[in-house]
C-alpha cells in the first residue's frame, strides 16, 4: 500500500504532467501558427512533435495512475523516462542548432517538466515504495 507522503508525490506529479500535456498543446499550436519559419527539411517531425510529446504527457499519467496501484513497473518505466527525455532534449538542442528559438523555448520548458517529474520520482521515500520483488526460485 502506498503511504499518504508518496500519494501525495505521485499527484504532484499528477499535476506537473498535466502541465506537460498543456505545455506541449501550446508547443502544438504555436507550431501551427509559425510552421513557416521553420528549416523546410524538418517542417514534419517538428510541426508533429508537440502532437506527440503531449500524448506522451497521457502516458506519463497512466504510468502514474500504475504507480498509485503500488506498481513497481509503472514507478520504473516512470523513473527511465523522466531521466531519458530531457537528456533527448538537450541532444535535439544541440544537433539542430538552425531551428528557431521558440522551438528551442518549447523543448526546454519539456524538459525541465521531466526534470521536475525525475527529482520527484527518484526521491529515496518514493522509490522505497517500489521495491524489487525477490527472485523466485
Known amino acids: 500500500m502506498i503511504n499518504q507522503?508518496?500519494?501525495?508525490n505521485i499527484n504532484r506529479m499528477k499535476r506537473?504532467?498535466?502541465?506537460?500535456?498543456?505545455?506541449?498543446l501550446l508547443f502544438f499550436t504555436v507550431s501551427l501558427l509559425v510552421r513557416?519559419?521553420?528549416?523546410?527539411d524538418v517542417v514534419g517531425s517538428v510541426f508533429l512533435r508537440g502532437g506527440f510529446y503531449?500524448?506522451?504527457g497521457l502516458i506519463l499519467l497512466y504510468l502514474l495512475n500504475d504507480m498509485a496501484k503500488g506498481k513497481r513497473s509503472g514507478w520504473l518505466r516512470l523513473s527511465i523516462i523522466s531521466v531519458l527525455a530531457p537528456l533527448g532534449v538537450v541532444a535535439f538542442i544541440v544537433f539542430t542548432p538552425h531551428l528557431p528559438i521558440w522551438f528551442d523555448i518549447g523543448q526546454i520548458g519539456s524538459g525541465l517538466l521531466c526534470i521536475a517529474i525525475a527529482s520527484i520520482?527518484?526521491?529515496?521515500?518514493?522509490r522505497?515504495?517500489?521495491?524489487k520483488q525477490p527472485a523466485k526460485a
Open 16 to 24: 506537473i504532467s498535466r502541465l506537460f500535456i498543456l505545455w506541449n
Open 36 to 40: 513557416h519559419s521553420i528549416a523546410s
Open 128 to 131: 522505497s515504495q517500489f521495491p
Open 54 to 56: 503531449a500524448a506522451g
Open 5 to 8: 507522503h508518496v500519494q501525495q
Open 121 to 126: 520520482v527518484l526521491q529515496k521515500d518514493v
